[in-house]
């Protein structure tokens, strides 16, 4: 058949993971925890099923999580949102982007993406029919370089997409990137979609700088985060997207013919849950000691690891390995780590739209600490 989407195959996500069960090996390739969420939350949610939320609930989501996001945003980043216009709960951070695209981006506009990126980006545009426009982090840091992104602007510019903190490169952008970006896109007409599914994952006592915190950006952005990543239940796939209203009713035009709504029991049970804020207050330090953890294991083997700001991966590079396989590409390497030594990882030419010539594979570290033991020790072979 004719293909909307010719070049692209299976996502390396689901390749990896498959490929991991294939050969039982320790997975740290696509990212979820290997533990199970607060079974309070469960609770939550199955109060709400044997209380009848069985139903479609609005169209937008539950008034009750909405109004949750709401008083969260007002009190981590200082923005008041209308939980009636200006907040859609959706199928997870991936349906929110998608449905952003689709709903801002007109045939022949252009997108800029930040590469590397996540890899639904990118497919996400071209089928909205626009064009990718692809900026490159700064190579060393992997950090946003504004004049890079002021000098890609163009009158067709109508998006960017952001995404802090960063998969895979664990980098969070600070303030004067965002002060940096308001003054680069003033005056223009272009949306920010910021993808923040790991805003609690922040280290070494940062702040996590929303687009919601910064007014200039607010006004023009989409923001997009995941309850699946923050309450550990990634299988949910329930996330919100928060944007002006003028923005927002145009999300909501697709929103209504793509999911409709997202499943009723779950919003209930999420609603209940956020009441208390200690799951997500306490979540970077718990991510943090995992991080220290194995990055101490890692720092012992032949593996050099890369920064690890936020988020919960971790990449090295493998290129001083002392096994001969040090040199191949990096899904080849990825291929043959799973394979040979039994520990799955993805390969970062993933979140690349051509080749790299470099060395590097990302580890996810929300895993429990005898999963993680287990990874070292074959790491530690090499
Ligand atoms: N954005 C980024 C950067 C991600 O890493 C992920 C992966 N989980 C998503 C979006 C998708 O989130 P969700 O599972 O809520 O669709
Ligand atoms: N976001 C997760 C990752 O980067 C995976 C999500 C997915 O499998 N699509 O590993």
Not at 177 to 182: N, S
Not at 313 to 330: I, K, M, N, S, W
Request: hydrophobic share 45%; aromatic share 10%; glycine share 6%.
């Amino acid at each position: 058949p004719r293909s909307r989407l010719p070049t692209v195959g299976t996502t390396i996500f689901s390749v990896m993971s498959a490929l991991a069960q294939a050969c039982d090996a320790v997975n740290l390739g696509q990212g979820f925890p290997d533990f199970d969420c607060d079974q309070r939350l469960v609770q939550a949610v199955s109060a709400a099923m044997l209380g009848g939320h069985n139903q479609y609930p609005p169209m937008a989501g539950v008034p009750a999580l909405r109004a949750a996001i709401a008083a969260k945003i007002a009190t981590l980043y200082g923005r008041t949102c209308d939980p009636d216009r200006e907040i859609t709960v959706t199928a997870g951070a991936t349906q929110a982007i998608f449905t952003a695209i689709l709903a801002l981006v007109q045939p022949g506009d252009e997108v800029i993406v930040l590469e590397p990126c996540y890899d639904s980006y990118v497919p996400n545009i071209e089928l909205a029919g626009a064009r990718v426009v692809r900026v490159a982090l700064d190579p060393q840091t992997l950090r946003p370089d504004i004049d890079r992104i002021a000098a890609a602007l163009t009158p067709r510019t109508r998006g960017l997409v952001v995404n802090t903190p960063h998969n895979p490169s664990g980098t969070v952008w600070r303030a004067d990137d965002w002060h940096g970006l308001a003054d680069a896109l003033a005056g223009s007409d272009v949306v920010v979609i910021s993808d923040e599914v790991y805003e609690h994952m922040v280290y070494d006592g940062q702040p996590h700088h929303s687009a919601l915190a910064h007014p200039a950006i607010a006004a023009r952005s989409v923001v997009v985060s995941s309850f699946g990543k923050t309450y550990h239940v990634t299988g949910w796939k329930v996330g919100y997207a928060v944007a002006p209203a003028a923005l927002m009713a145009e999300f909501r035009k697709v929103h209504q013919f793509n999911v409709f709504t997202v499943n009723t029991p779950m919003q209930y049970g999420l609603a209940a849950y956020m009441a208390d804020p200690a799951p997500y207050q306490t979540l970077s330090s718990f991510y943090q000691a995992k991080r220290d953890r194995f990055r101490a294991g890692l720092a012992r083997t032949r593996f050099r690891l890369l920064p690890c700001e936020g988020t919960y991966f971790q990449c090295v590079d493998y290129g001083g390995l002392a096994v001969p396989e040090r040199t191949l590409p990096e899904a080849a390497f990825c291929e043959w780590l799973t394979r040979e030594i039994g520990v799955a990882a993805i390969p970062l030419s993933a979140f690349y739209g051509s080749p790299t010539e470099q060395q590097r594979i990302r580890f996810c570290f929300a895993k429990r600490d005898e999963t993680l033991q287990a990874a070292l020790q074959r790491l530690g072979a090499l």
